[in-house]
């Protein structure tokens, strides 16, 4: 017991108090900026040097969806034009608006319908269905339940079974060969219910996208709720997310 | 034995290798195995041509690797089977069935590895089923219970003890290996990146060493430091996890959640590095992307100085607590001979007494200069595979202690070439699950015509099978967490 009581001393406090606040190294690539200057003539360095072809030019554009924050583009640009900064805030509830112009400053969801937020305010369950991915966005939400996230304390939880789960969250490319799962853990869902595409695999494919393997009828013939960017996302952009989405900050 | 001897990494010119006919082919590997040594890859040269294949073995006592090749010339893709004698090439000719249609023949047991149907012909594949009263058959997956990859376990059972277990993978497949043809520089080693989420260095950097042979590129003694260090800080957050894992999977809150603390301060080390808390965009062919500083060196240090100091008085919580022990010791148990035999790999083979680890016997990168010490156990149960992970983290703090001390001076980055034509490369590097292996072959133009993917989960998914047999079903989560395989990993 002593020993027990020891070992939990040593734990001390090492929650992290208010997500809205915390901050990430500066080497954390989050929310890119994009300078409004002009790109020199003809230039599409970064553009071709996207993995994912997120980049389109004139006027000078990227696909948060698309994006796996690996900063080859801010590394080529000669201007300086693209930058990533470590803004964590990158959650939104529509797939247009992850498209990050030199207009953008911050991102955001809009809240959630009334009726949502009556339903999940309080308590959210949500049932976590890996499709595929590379278990990245597995282990970033698997920190969203350790001592320092703690997002329990938030009501927002992940269960087991989808018949007790309020929504799924999607991470992977959906492969052929988990869509048929992935429709069955769906409709077990009770309605109402939700969808949230976790990592850039779940919103567009990713660096997969181009993969014969993968099965993606699923995502276009249903509502998505929430996408989170990232490869993976942090677990402050999950969490931030929600807690804007349910009106809950 | 009729082969081309090569080591880790050095790179060959394939049109070296002679291909065999089916008798000489066969002689020659199965002389390989009876020697000792261990199959650790079985594919064609070219992806498009499957007529010509290679069977890899490798001697960890000599450092060597034996390219054996074959021909195929009759107009049926056929060679005779070498698992009935040697159970660990199973696998491999499972696999080399299902990707290429090839037939082993006499082969014991030929089951699907990632394409559900394919092996027998259209028809879903019939799992084994145990007959009698009383007996019964337990289905799981591919959803699972926590946040977690999809597999598929069914379980042959009578009352609590499971007689036989069979594991279906493949959800997660993604074809990497074919994305991996087609792709450029950037996105080659953003694929190796997401072989397997938990194990980015591992895969990106036994990725980069097998480009950097093929490109004949040299990198600086820094660079290949600063690469190590970031194995060994992902070597320690992973078995951070599985440890706080397998806390959890008994019921064991404190040291879960203690594990789990420590192991951000490590994720967050390596992201004061290269800003992902994963290592992701840290490798570069020729080097890495971002440098040591006096800054991320003192954040880095002072992070370990506290787990060092911590983690001794959470082992000793745990691995002194009877209600634990109970629960690990002889649980899941794969005997040496055993574990030998179905060639598991990686820490699953330390902890049954099998010295191999690619660190010690095919050095490569910084660990040439600066080597680390071999670390086994010998009960091949829970106990010794959670035991041995927690003796590796304290060889990786040591490693990176003395390291971080005395930096080399240079550049990070070379110049890197292009691909040598006609020319392949077998990688090793330890991931902290233990052996990976990526092989590249090249064309006459400098093209990719095969990159074949070997995950250590590849080997010890089968290890995992067998260690439940004859143990309670209510063990399996412990069991299947003390092994901690990859499903991304495996199904590629
Ligand atoms: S950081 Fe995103 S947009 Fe830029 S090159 Fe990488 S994937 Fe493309
Ligand atoms: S988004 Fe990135 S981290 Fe997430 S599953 Fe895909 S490759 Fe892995």
């Not at chain 1, 030199?102 to 369950?125: D, H, N, Q, V, W």
């Not at chain 2, 291909?19 to 020659?28: E, G, I, R, V, W």
């Not at chain 2, 499971?162 to 694929?191: C, D, F, K, T, W």
């Not at chain 2, 016997?361 to 910084?366: K, L, S």
Request: proline share 5%; aromatic share 10%.
């Amino acid at each position: 017991m002593i020993d027990a009581i020891k070992l939990r001393i040593l734990q001390r406090d090492s929650i992290i108090q208010d997500v809205s606040t915390a901050s990430l190294p500066k080497l954390f690539r989050g929310l890119p900026v994009i300078e409004d200057k002009p790109c020199p003539d003809g230039c599409k360095k970064c553009a071709e040097v996207c993995p994912t072809n997120a980049i389109k030019t004139e006027p000078l554009s990227i696909d948060l969806g698309l994006c796996l924050f690996c900063p080859l583009c801010e590394e080529v640009c000669p201007e300086k034009i693209i930058h990533y900064t470590n803004d964590f805030n990158l959650a939104v509830d529509k797939r247009e608006k992850l498209i990050i112009t030199k207009e953008t400053k911050t991102i955001s969801p809009e809240k959630a319908s009334e009726k949502i937020r009556k339903y999940f305010g309080r308590s959210l369950k949500l049932r976590q269905i890996s499709a595929g991915g590379c278990n990245g966005c597995e282990l970033e939400l698997n920190a969203l339940s350790n001592v320092n996230f703690d997002m329990g304390r938030f009501g927002i939880e992940f269960v087991a079974s989808p018949r007790h789960a309020d929504g799924i969250v999607i991470t992977g490319p959906l492969t052929k060969n988990m869509a048929n799962a992935t429709q069955i853990c769906y409709d077990a869902v009770p309605n109402p219910k939700i969808i949230i595409l976790f990592g850039a695999c779940a919103i567009s494919g990713g660096i997969f996208k181009n993969s014969e393997e993968t099965e993606r009828k699923f995502l276009e013939q249903n509502k998505i709720d929430l996408y989170i960017p990232g490869c993976p996302p942090h677990p402050l952009t999950f969490i931030n997310g929600l807690l804007d989405w349910l009106d809950k900050k | 034995m009729n082969s081309l001897k090569v080591q880790n990494g050095e790179v060959f010119n394939h049109n070296e290798i002679e291909f065999l006919n089916a008798d000489k082919f066969h002689a020659s590997v199965l002389n390989g195995l009876s020697n000792g040594y261990r199959m650790i890859g079985l594919f064609p040269v070219d992806k498009k041509n499957p007529n010509k294949i290679v069977s890899i073995l490798s001697d960890s006592a000599s450092s060597s690797l034996y390219i054996i090749g074959y021909e195929n010339k009759g107009d049926k893709l056929e060679f005779e089977s070498f698992a009935n004698q040697f159970p660990q090439t199973n696998y491999f000719e499972c696999e080399l069935a299902e990707n290429y249609g090839y037939k082993p023949l006499y082969h014991p047991w030929l089951r699907p590895v990632r394409k559900q149907n394919i092996i027998l012909g259209s028809q879903p594949y019939k799992f084994f089923k145990l007959d009698g009263d009383e007996v019964h058959e337990v289905a799981v997956g591919p959803i699972h219970a926590g946040v977690i990859e999809p597999g598929h376990f069914r379980f042959q059972c009578h009352g609590e003890l499971v007689y036989h277990l069979e594991i279906n993978l493949g959800y997660q497949h993604r074809g990497i290996e074919s994305l991996m043809l087609n792709a450029n520089p950037n996105q080659r080693i953003i694929l190796s990146e997401s072989i397997a989420g938990d194990t980015v260095i591992g895969h990106t950097s036994t990725h980069c060493n097998a480009f950097e042979s093929l490109t004949e590129t040299q990198i600086n003694l820094r660079a290949q430091v600063i690469r190590s260090i970031a194995e060994e800080l992902e070597r320690i957050a992973m078995h951070l996890t599985g440890l706080g894992g397998i806390a959890n999977d008994i019921g064991f809150a404190l040291p879960a959640s203690a594990y789990g603390r420590l192991r951000t301060l490590v994720i967050n080390s390596l992201a004061s590095l290269c800003g992902s808390r994963f290592g992701r965009g840290l490798f570069v062919y020729g080097g890495v992307r971002f440098d040591f500083n006096d800054e991320n060196i003192k954040q880095i240090k002072s992070n370990l100085e506290i787990v060092k100091k911590d983690i001794e008085a959470i082992n000793d919580f745990l691995f002194s607590s009877t209600g634990a022990l109970i629960r690990f010791e002889n649980t899941g148990v794969v005997s040496k001979d055993f574990a030998g035999k179905i060639g598991l790999v990686g820490t699953a083979a330390k902890a049954c007494g099998i010295e191999l680890d690619s660190r010690i016997n095919f050095p490569y990168g910084a660990y040439r200069y600066f080597p680390v010490s071999p670390i086994t156990l010998s009960t091949g149960d829970v106990f010794a595979r959670a035991r041995l992970r927690a003796l590796e983290i304290d060889e990786s703090l040591r490693f990176i202690f003395e390291q971080l001390e005395n930096i080399p001076s240079g550049i990070t980055t070379e110049k890197v070439g292009e691909l040598r034509i006609n020319s392949g490369v077998i990688s090793i590097v330890e991931g902290w699950r233990g052996e990976i292996i990526h092989s590249a072959f090249t064309d006459e133009e400098g093209k990719i015509i095969q990159y074949k993917i070997k995950d250590p989960s590849f080997n010890n998914w089968y290890g995992l099978s067998l260690a439940l047999r004859n143990t309670a079903i209510s063990d399996f989560p412990l069991c299947n967490k003390s092994f901690d395989l990859s499903y991304a990993g495996h199904d590629l």
